[in-house]
């Protein structure tokens, strides 16, 4: 039997998670790239973030993925971000809240997605099954290896909304390494008709298969490119190797967010080999040593 038969269907989800995380990542990495990663001498970007859900317990991994952690990093580093209106446990705190015309809702701790539009004054009976599960600790996210998860401030966060609403915002997700930006991933309407492109940060197009979306065409590049590139090179100076989501505005360059595990590490390049292993090349993991303390579970 393949070893991609044994990725969890609803009747072998208990099965799948009771396998100690390093047999789950196999079998994950094995169906998204169709071989096993080689964990003795990890050499191409999914073999090093293999690596990284397997034993990194940096503290950094906890900031990155906390949302509001790692707006205070953007902040420090210079790069404007969107304005946090409000953030807690009970949506009833959301009642006395001026949130302008238009404003986003989202878990603190959790990747995926999960996000809701408003506009004026907010309803927390209204709200309450759209966020229902939102505070939950990420199964998932624990399930595929995202460690960071879990130990991340469970909050609901409600924020400005950048852009204009109908109109396309084109998200940029800079991949960077040891301070230097190597690719930029270009999505646009990212919950409607959602397609992606890649370009080098010169703006050079680069032929990715773009794995479940559909792939864009060619746009010019940002008004703000140089600040692009220079905000993402600031935000990931301290790591080996993180992606730095970012937006462009009229006014210049917003922050999104930083994503330590992009796709959990299986939906990246799964096509391109020769990018995996480029990237790969790239990145230098850091000791064993140095990436086994883990860092504080926060509530």
């Known amino acids: 039997m393949r070893a991609s038969k044994l990725i969890p269907t609803p009747a072998r989800r208990r099965l799948f998670s009771s396998l100690p995380l390093a047999a789950r990542r196999a079998l994950l990495y094995q169906r998204a790239y169709g071989r096993f990663p080689?964990?003795?001498?990890?050499r191409s970007w999914s073999e090093k973030m293999d690596w990284?859900?397997?034993?990194?317990?940096r503290a950094q991994l906890v900031v990155a993925s906390?949302?509001?952690?790692?707006?205070?990093v953007?902040?420090?580093?210079?790069?404007?971000?969107?304005?946090?209106?409000?953030?807690?446990?009970d949506l009833a705190g959301l009642a006395d809240?001026?949130?302008?015309?238009?404003?986003v809702l989202k878990p603190n701790h959790r990747s995926g997605g999960l996000v809701h539009f408003g506009s004026g004054p907010a309803d927390p009976d209204a709200l309450a099954?759209?966020?229902?599960?939102?505070?939950?600790?990420?199964?998932?996210?624990?399930?595929?290896?995202?460690?960071?998860?879990?130990?991340?401030r469970r909050l609901l966060v409600a924020e400005e909304r950048l852009g204009v609403p109908g109109e396309d915002l084109v998200d940029l997700k800079v991949h960077v390494f040891a301070g230097e930006p190597a690719l930029v991933q270009v999505h646009h309407e990212r919950f409607t008709d959602h397609r992606a492109?890649?370009?080098?940060?010169?703006?050079?197009?680069?032929?990715?298969?773009?794995?479940?979306i559909g792939e864009a065409e060619t746009v010019p590049a940002p008004p703000h490119l140089d600040d692009v590139v220079a905000a993402a090179s600031r935000l990931g100076a301290d790591w080996d190797y993180l992606r730095v989501d970012l937006y462009d505005?009229?006014?210049?360059?917003?922050?999104?967010?930083?994503?330590a595990y992009p796709g959990s590490g299986l939906s990246e390049f799964r096509q391109d080999r020769w990018l995996d292993e480029e990237l790969g090349r790239r990145w230098t993991l850091p000791t064993r040593a140095a990436a086994s303390t883990a860092a504080p579970r926060h509530g």
């Open 38 to 42: 080689d964990r003795r001498s990890p």
């Open 52 to 57: 990284r859900m397997l034993h990194d317990r």
């Open 66 to 72: 906390d949302k509001l952690a790692a707006k205070d």
């Open 74 to 89: 953007a902040t420090a580093a210079g790069v404007d971000c969107p304005r946090t209106l409000w953030s807690g446990t």
């Open 97 to 103: 809240v001026d949130l302008g015309e238009h404003w």
């Open 129 to 152: 099954p759209v966020v229902e599960g939102w505070l939950d600790v990420g199964a998932e996210e624990l399930r595929r290896g995202e460690w960071a998860y879990g130990r991340t």
């Open 197 to 212: 492109r890649y370009y080098r940060p010169d703006w050079t197009p680069v032929e990715v298969h773009v794995h479940g």
């Open 249 to 259: 505005l009229p006014d210049g360059v917003r922050f999104g967010e930083l994503t």
